[in-house]
């Protein structure tokens, strides 16, 4: 495997063998999305001042308000609404993995967190 794209074509070989059309994207609940949406105009008002979602429980990671949470925060209904124009299913999902396991690398979360697509 080429290091030097830290796993995403592993990612990617394993999304294109285990994705079914009828998959929901894994999240892992690792919180850290939540915890950086100061750059997300649509969370803006969300946002505490600090990047990190009011409504984000750092206790257990998880969303107080998540069967209402904003559309921006379901990649499978984001996929549904808007992203279906631009990408299949799986690729949209590899985006996602990249960007999930890369803002878990940066900020040093577990790797038990990271999206692990093999499990799907």
Sequence with gaps: MDKSNNGF??????????????????????GICCQNIGHIKELKEYDLG????????????????YENRPDIC????MYEKEYYKFFTKKEFYILNAKVCNSLQECFGIDLSYRVNLEKE
């Design 9 to 30: 074509i592993r990612t990617r070989e394993i999304i294109n063998r285990n994705l079914g059309s009828n998959m929901n994207f894994n999240c892992t609940k690792c």
């Design 74 to 77: 379901n990649i499978d209904l």
């Design 50 to 65: 600090n990047g990190i979602c009011k409504y984000f429980d750092k206790t257990n990671n998880l969303c107080t308000i």
